[in-house]
């Protein structure tokens, strides 16, 4: 899956001289909590997170009386505050990628960029709602994990006896196992029970860690 996909947009931004106040205005009004800055012709200059222009408000007003903060506050503009290294992907970056440079960033969410235009944003949370899908969330079934000899093959040994068995797969994922030679697996089944999971896993895999039943939402 690509992040053109999975991004909010159109994406909503400011200015370099935005107002800190219009600025945090527009994050309350819209439900965001960062957004990007670019200049009169579009172009990315910068980002502001609602963390940094927060973290302003209170600095200014143990300067001031409480007569001239209201107008501080009015003349701050985003320019002061914005970081301009700004990481950023294009449309067609896997969202894996994208939730990877999130991670090792510690950024909650990406400018998406096609040329200098920014197109889009894509959040922490457009990636939790993949990763829902991944693992079928919202869907009723048995979910099971458990541990798998890297023999070849052997996966699709699994999804072949589930299938024969008249079970449907809605999702699976794959993880580190314990050790290099194993890997945990964690599948979603319809339409089988819970014993009958157990039943056609057990004589196929190293290990059951986990089977419960998931009402879906």
Excluded: Y
Aim: proline content about 3%.
């Amino acid at each position: 899956m690509l992040v053109q996909r999975r991004m909010s947009q159109p994406a909503i931004t400011v200015h370099p001289e935005t107002s800190l106040q219009d600025a945090l205005q527009l994050m309350h009004a819209e439900r965001v909590r960062r957004l990007p800055v670019v200049d009169r012709k579009g172009k990315l200059v910068g980002i502001v997170s609602e963390r940094e222009l927060l973290k302003a408000s209170p600095s200014i007003a143990t300067t001031l009386s409480k007569f001239e903060i209201k107008q501080a506050i009015k003349d701050l503009k985003i320019r002061e505050f914005m970081a301009i290294d700004v990481a950023t992907v294009t449309e067609d970056t896997p969202v894996e990628e994208a939730a990877r440079i999130m991670v090792d960033g510690h950024i909650s969410g990406l400018p998406v960029v096609r040329g200098d235009e920014v197109v889009g944003v894509i959040t922490e949370t457009d990636i939790f709602k993949v990763f829902l899908e991944i693992f079928g969330a919202r869907q009723a079934g048995i979910r099971v994990a458990f541990l798998l000899s890297q023999t070849l093959g052997q996966l699709a040994a699994v999804t072949t006896a589930i299938a024969k068995a008249g079970g449907n797969l809605i999702a699976l994922g794959s993880f580190l196992g314990e050790t290099s030679e194993n890997v945990e697996i964690t599948m979603k089944v319809e339409a089988l029970s819970q014993q009958e999971v157990v039943d056609i896993l057990t004589p196929l895999v190293e290990k059951i860690l986990d089977i419960r039943t998931m009402s879906g939402v």
